[in-house]
Each structure stands twice: as structure tokens, then as C-alpha cells.
């Protein structure tokens, strides 16, 4: 089993910064890649950024060149760094930890955690 703790949501004003940070514990060999998501109100989830299986990013147009995806493997923990923040990126925002092929399932979901930026 794999445990998935988000925090560092907040409410922040447009053009601050926040960093979500998510703890991952438990058996953490069956997980192949990790990746942020969010969800706004009427809105379906999305993703936002995310390490691909092979190592590298990917990030949703709508974030690229304001957030960051990174980790530390020491610490079991995934960080996304958000610069610029504006309000259509209120959202509550969610870590996920897919499974390796060889551990069938489903992937691994945080509580969430809500950001708010006010205008």
C-alpha cells in the first residue's frame, strides 16, 4: 500500500508564489512515475505537471514556464513549486503516484490540497 500526504496549499494574492510538497510512504516500489493534478469547482481534473516513466517532465501549456515539478528521492517527496500564480489556478490540487506495469491497480490519489489566488 502507498500513502500519498499533500500540504503547502494556501490562498495567495496574483503573481505570488506557493510550493506543494507530497510525502509518499509505504511500499514505494510499485510506483513507476508521480504527477500533480487540479481540479477547480464544476471543472474536470487535470493534469498539471508530472515525471514521465522515463525520468523527464511534462507540463500543462497553461502552467509551463511558471511551475516546476521536482523531488527529493532521499526524503520520499515531490515538490511543485508555483511562480506567478493567478486565479484561474484556484483549484484544489491533487499528488497521484501511477503503478509500475508488473503492480495492476489503481493509481495512488492524495486528499488534495486548495489553492486559492485571489485577483
Known amino acids: 500500500q502507498v500513502q500519498l500526504v499533500e500540504s503547502g496549499g494556501g490562498l495567495v494574492q496574483a503573481g505570488g508564489s506557493l510550493r506543494l510538497a507530497c510525502v509518499i510512504s509505504?511500499?514505494?516500489?510499485?510506483?513507476?512515475?508521480m504527477a500533480w493534478y487540479r481540479q477547480a469547482p464544476g471543472n474536470q481534473r487535470e493534469l498539471v505537471a508530472a515525471f514521465t516513466r522515463t525520468g523527464n517532465t511534462n507540463y500543462a501549456d497553461s502552467v509551463k514556464g511558471r511551475f516546476t515539478i521536482s523531488r527529493n528521492s532521499a526524503q520520499n517527496t515531490v515538490y511543485l513549486q508555483m511562480n506567478s500564480l493567478q486565479p484561474e489556478d484556484t483549484a484544489v490540487y491533487y499528488c497521484n503516484a501511477d503503478r509500475q506495469s508488473w503492480s495492476p491497480g489503481p493509481a495512488y490519489w492524495g486528499q488534495g490540497t486548495q489553492v486559492t489566488v485571489s485577483p
Open positions: 509505504g511500499n514505494t516500489n510499485v510506483i513507476s512515475a
